[in-house]
């Protein structure tokens, strides 16, 4: 299963957890994911809405960005909750240029990371077979 998808997927779990509405419903920002060996992909988040696309976000105001930059298998980690978020990015894992500048983006998405893990884990323990799917390609 594409990270697209997996990552779609997580954004659903968010999206059903009190918590994760909260967060969704603060900012309006776009949260983009460079992945090293793949295809890159945003998704923009817009007060409590979001969507999914593919390739690099055309915003035009650089300071609405957040770029979250790592390899496959470190994305993969955080969204089934192997790694987690705040670690990943301090350990330089996975980086996050200008995350100083755009503090309260990277805190909100390392936030909604978190919350997603929890929700995967959460449906996961629930019998969900597609995130079954998803869990059984952890190694």
Not at 53 to 71: A, F, I, K
Not at 77 to 87: H, N, T, W
Not at 90 to 115: D, E, H, Q, T, Y
């Amino acid at each position: 299963m594409e990270l697209y998808d997996i990552a779609r997927r997580m954004f659903l779990e968010i999206e059903g957890n009190a918590e994760g509405k909260k967060v969704l419903g603060l900012f309006r920002f776009v949260l983009q994911f460079q992945v090293a060996e793949g295809e890159p992909f945003f998704v923009n988040i817009d007060r409590g809405r979001y969507s999914f696309h593919r390739g690099v976000t055309l915003e035009p105001d650089p300071m609405c960005v957040l770029t979250c930059e790592s390899d496959r298998r470190t994305f993969f980690g955080l969204m089934v909750g192997q790694l987690e978020p705040v670690e990943t990015n301090f350990s330089g894992k996975m980086f996050i240029p200008n995350a100083f500048g755009k503090r309260v983006l990277a805190n909100c998405s390392l936030r909604l990371l978190r919350i997603g893990q929890e929700s995967m884990l959460k449906a996961l323990l629930n019998g969900d077979a597609q995130v079954g799917q998803i869990y059984g390609g952890v190694r």
